[in-house]
């Protein structure tokens, strides 16, 4: 799939196609299988956790974790598995994860988008912008939904739209790579 993913002239925000695996509200984690071309129900999470906004993946893209590069993509109502959705990077969360049964530590950053058809977050173009609680709950909601996987998760921080640019690119190189 070709990946639209352009930084526009005048200052605009870079532009990005996203699929979604598991929406918003669900405690399901739903997982595209490359090999079998097919979405797959990866894990149920703890009663009262949910996905807080839809989450998905940058087609053509292959983060330090070995999967495409993730993606929360903000919108006004859930979305569904396998749903390509238009978005705009506002930022990014830097993090890195290590299994509780291997010592090597690697990076797992998150990008951060608005859908671009949002009416809800049509004003967000930087990650900043955002409620310091919503900031706060997303980070949060990574670090809880990959310790009960037995990640531990340390968050390196939040980055603007610029930051999250830097970090497609480089999982875009990385896929072209391999």
Known sequence: MKQKSSKKTGGEPLQLQVIVETPRGSRNKIKYEPSEER??????????MVFPYDFGFVPATKAEDGDPLDVLVLTDEPLFPGCMVDCRIVGAIEAEQQQQ??????RNDRLIAVATQSLLYSNIQ???????????QIKDFFVNYQRVRGVTVNILGHQGAERARQILERAAKQKHAA
């Open 39 to 48: 979405f797959k129900l990866s894990k149920v999470m703890p009663e009262g």
């Open 126 to 136: 930087e990650l900043d912008q955002l409620s310091p609680i919503v900031l706060q």
């Open 101 to 106: 049964d291997d010592s090597d530590i690697y």
